[in-house]
């Protein structure tokens, strides 16, 4: 099927084993309840968290299409987590705006952003309000083929580095850069 090709031809953009195996960590290790995947693409990592999260959990799947997602679907079916996701297409900027408004300030145990890069930094201000104290987000591409170093003033590398430098200074995480799979910026929010 020359959907499947086209799709097999952007397996790039698919989560790497480690990064997977990195989010299970976190899940299991904060015990995540709530969840928000930035750019969930076929659900790779969606599927790996969603088999993770408790009975009662919930995993916000926001993109800005459905085309791929739709690909995803019959995989949570049949792992039988597909009850957990809660897709929302739209642009995630406006998504994020939304789970605000409908009271998620506080209430996320993670976020998992590996979406359009230009807004890694508004991704970053907006999942900072909605996460709990000693909520984590995982930053995926941080490193982007070690071009957010070598290329930091080119697009998309420069809004990358931005998220990077963020959050470096900022006074309400914790932060490292983990050199799994293209590079994760990990942020834990301070207890208050």
């Known amino acids: 099927d ?9 397996s ?13 960590f976190i ?3 904060i015990k995540a309840k709530n969840v928000i995947e930035v750019g969930s693409y076929t659900g790779v990592a969606l599927l790996k968290m969603a088999v993770e999260l408790p009975a009662d959990g919930k995993l916000f799947s926001l993109d800005i299409s459905d085309e791929y997602a739709n690909i995803g679907k019959p995989m949570l ?3 039988g987590v597909l009850s957990k996701v809660e897709y929302r297409i739209a642009p995630a900027t406006e998504t994020l705006v939304q789970l605000k408004e409908e009271g998620y300030t506080g209430k996320i145990d993670l976020c998992f952003i590996d979406a359009d890069k230009p807004n890694y930094p508004n991704y970053y201000k907006l999942c900072i309000d909605l996460l709990r104290p000693g909520g984590i987000i995982v930053f995926d591409n941080s490193l982007f083929s070690n071009k957010v170093v070598t290329n930091n003033n080119e697009e998309p590398y420069c809004y990358i580095h931005e998220a990077n430098e963020k959050a470096i200074v900022d006074t309400r995480v914790t932060s490292l850069l983990l050199n799994i799979g293209d590079g994760c910026l990990v942020l834990r929010k301070h207890d208050q």
């Open 77 to 79: 079916q049949k792992a």
């Open 27 to 29: 899940i299991r290790t």
């Open 2 to 10: 020359p959907a499947d090709a086209h799709i097999l031809g952007l």
């Open 12 to 24: 790039v953009m698919e989560s790497t084993y480690d990064v997977g195996q990195f989010l299970v």
